[in-house]
């Protein structure tokens, strides 16, 4: 699919999936930038996002800042996948949903404004499937920004995140992360639009935002890619066996891995799944994931550490978090 298109969507999806232009005409800046008119700009990003190709150009919230989220895991039989699945996608909260290649196989990530909202979230799913379903909570991102360029052999080496300081947040900051979350109006002037909606100058939700990003609030700000339609289809977790005093070494090395897309430690349940350490690998092919993964496994602060491959094979749900709950 990626190579079907021409070189000006090319760029937009490559050069542009973060540091978005915090300018009064954002469109027009990245106009400038590759050679089109703003209004192109504008209709090129809308045919891309009706063609399923970006979700939204906005922002990704890093977690549990301004709300609360966890990664979920459920083992669903086959007959009920699609059935279970429905349940997952009927709570707002719910923002990503994959089918994965694993008796725990249908895994989600849920969010909500605070943590006991995200626990009852979870807590209904439970009870409507009557099936158990593991909170896999962060304990630390190594990378968590997932924006690479789609022409290249591999993903390139992703940049870590910078320190969070939600120390800054306002308490008027929700509905302004809610709106950045999902997703900017596709017009001239979108930050004067959102102003408008939040009864805030147009100057004043520029500069906030650029704070919020600044602060580590919102982690990446620009095109926000859906990967599969775009030929990434071999996409895959890999989680690691590894005891707490490896994750400091192991982590960082995993997430400087040239391919490696994700990488983050979380609460493990004792017994049942044992795995603190987590990464994602996106790719064309398997053949291509797993020399990637291959690679990786040989990195010295990995020796010998069991691990477990998840090739998501379904995509349910893709979009961004829930940080404010819309007035009943």
Known sequence: MLDSLDPTDRRLLDDFQR????????????GECIGIDEDEVISRLGALRSAGMISRVGATLRPNTAGASTLAAMTVSEGRVEEVAAIIGEEPGVNHSYLREDPWNLWFVATAPDPSRLEASLSRIGARSGLRVLD?????????DLGFRMGGARPEVMPAPRPARPEILWDDDRPLLQAMST????????????GRDLGREESTVIKRIGMLQAAGILSRIGVIVRHRPLGWTANAMIVWDLP?????????????????TLCYERRT??????????????????????????????????????????????????TG???EEKAA
Not at 19 to 30: G, M, T, Y
Not at 244 to 260: E, K, N, S, T, Y
């Open 19 to 30: 540091d978005l232009p915090l300018v009064p005409r954002p469109f027009a800046a990245i």
């Open 321 to 323: 978090a829930l940080i």
């Open 183 to 194: 997703g900017l109006t596709l017009l001239p002037r979108p930050f004067a639009i959102l």
């Open 136 to 144: 896999l909570r962060l304990v630390r991102p190594f990378n968590i």
């Open 269 to 318: 349940v004792p017994g049942i799944w044992d795995y603190p350490l987590y990464s994602m690998i996106h790719a064309r092919s398997r053949p291509e994931a797993l020399a990637i993964l291959s690679e990786a496994a040989r990195l010295p602060e990995l020796s010998g550490a069991r691990h477990r491959v998840l090739f998501s094979t379904r995509c349910f749900r893709q």
């Open 244 to 260: 707490a005093g490896r994750i400091d070494a192991a982590g960082p090395a995993l997430a400087r891995h040239a391919g490696v």
